[in-house]
C-alpha cells in the first residue's frame, strides 16, 4: 500500500512566512528641496514649530515617501496610496504621515496643472485637507501607476509654473492664523526593493526541507 505523502506543517510555514515576506514590499522616494518663503506666517497656535525665527529663505527640507506599489486605490488619473508613510523633515521639525493612521496620501498623474504634470497631496485625512494641513508637491512629468512610480519618478522636475509653489505646507489653527511654507522641488531619488538575502535563505532552507521530505517518502513506499 502507498503511504500518503503530507508535507510538515513547519515547511508549510516556512513557504508561507517567505512568500508573504517577500510580497511586502517597500519602495522609496526621497525629495529634497529649499523654501522660498520663511514661515513669517507661523500662526500662534502652532502646537509644533515654536520658533519660526528658525525658518528662512533658502533653508533645506527633504521629503521621504516609503510605500507598497502594490497597495493603491486608482480612479480616474488618482492613486491613494493604501500603505504608504511620508516624511517632511526641516531645520530640526519632523512631520509625519501614515495611511495606517488614517492619513490621505495620493498622486496624480496627469496632475492639477495639466498634461505632462505630477502631483502629489498629502494631508490628515480626505475631508480635513482644507481645513486643517496639507502638503503638495507639483512636478513637471508624468508617471503611471504605483508599480513603475519608483522607476519613472527620476524623470520628474519641480514645475516652475505650478501655483503658488512647486512645494507648500500649510497648515490653518482656530485663531485664524496659518503656517504657509513655501519652496523649490529638486527631481526625485528612488529605491525599489528586493527580498532580504535573509528571506530568499528561509524560503530557500523550506525547499530544501521539501525535496528531503519527498525523498525520503519515496525510498519509503
Known amino acids: 500500500m502507498r503511504r500518503k505523502f503530507r508535507i510538515p506543517i513547519a515547511v508549510l510555514g516556512a513557504i508561507f512566512i517567505s512568500v508573504c515576506i517577500q510580497t511586502a514590499r517597500a519602495d522609496m522616494l526621497t525629495i529634497n528641496g529649499n523654501l522660498t518663503s520663511d514661515g513669517a506666517a507661523v500662526g500662534s497656535g502652532d502646537p509644533v514649530i515654536t520658533n519660526p525665527s528658525t525658518i528662512n529663505i533658502g533653508d533645506p527640507f527633504s521629503i ?9 486605490i486608482h480612479s480616474g488619473n488618482s492613486y491613494v496610496l493604501t500603505s504608504a508613510s511620508l516624511t517632511l ?21 496627469p496632475g492639477v496643472f495639466g498634461p505632462g504634470t505630477t502631483s502629489f497631496l498629502t494631508c490628515s485625512s480626505l475631508a480635513n485637507c482644507s481645513t486643517t494641513d496639507f502638503l503638495t508637491l507639483y512636478f513637471k512629468g508624468t508617471v503611471t501607476i504605483p508599480s513603475t512610480l519608483a522607476a519613472q519618478a ?17 497648515r490653518n ?4 492664523s496659518q503656517t ?6 529638486g527631481t526625485p531619488a528612488a529605491s525599489t526593493s ?22 525520503r517518502a519515496r525510498r519509503g513506499n
Open 173 to 176: 489653527f482656530s485663531d485664524g
Open 194 to 215: 528586493a527580498p532580504e538575502p535573509s528571506t530568499l535563505a528561509l524560503l530557500a532552507s523550506a525547499i530544501t526541507a521539501l525535496g528531503g521530505f519527498r525523498r
Open 154 to 170: 527620476v524623470g520628474l522636475s519641480g514645475d516652475p509654473g505650478a501655483s503658488p509653489s512647486e512645494f507648500e505646507f500649510l
Open 89 to 109: 523633515q526641516f531645520d530640526g521639525y519632523m512631520f509625519g504621515y501614515d495611511s495606517g493612521a488614517g492619513n490621505y496620501i495620493e498622486f496624480s498623474s
Open 64 to 72: 521621504a515617501l516609503s510605500y507598497d506599489p502594490a497597495s493603491f
Open 180 to 185: 504657509d511654507l513655501q519652496g523649490t522641488l
